[in-house]
């Protein structure tokens, strides 16, 4: 499976981006998909993730009530919405492909990634 993510970007704080990710085929519908970031210093962190149906989402609590993440498989494409950003929240957001039907926090439990996306918060 690839992956392909889009949609980072420069914004101000309390504003709003669109990321999403397209898989390269099907497989991925029958599979949990997630989002993490990786901030410069910093180790890579969950960010969201979302059951193969889109049944359960779950999300860090750093980005609870402010992310929202989406799928939709007649596309094989995931999205995540990020509003009232923060400073904090300037990463490189990677997509994801599960092993499992439901999602995980660790990182381990993917084993496809897309090559990231820059999104930058200035204050």
């Known amino acids: 499976v690839q992956l392909q993510a889009s949609g980072g970007g420069l914004v101000q704080a309390g504003g709003s981006l669109r990321l999403s990710c397209a898989a390269s085929?099907?497989?991925?519908?029958?599979?949990?998909m997630g989002w993490f970031r990786q901030a410069p210093g910093k180790e890579r962190e969950f960010v969201a993730g979302?059951?193969?149906?889109?049944?359960?989402?779950d999300y860090a609590d750093s980005v609870k009530g402010r992310f929202t993440i989406s799928r939709d498989n007649a596309k094989n494409t995931v999205s995540l919405q990020l509003s009232s950003l923060k400073p904090e929240d300037t990463a490189l957001y990677y997509c994801?492909?599960?092993?499992?039907?439901?999602?995980?926090?660790?990182?381990?439990?993917?084993?496809?990634w897309g090559q990231g996306t820059q999104v930058t918060v200035s204050s």
């Open positions: 994801a492909v599960a092993y499992r039907s439901w999602a995980s926090a660790d990182s381990s439990q993917y084993p496809y």
């Open positions: 979302i059951s193969w149906n889109g049944g359960r989402t």
């Open positions: 085929r099907r497989t991925a519908s029958n599979n949990a």
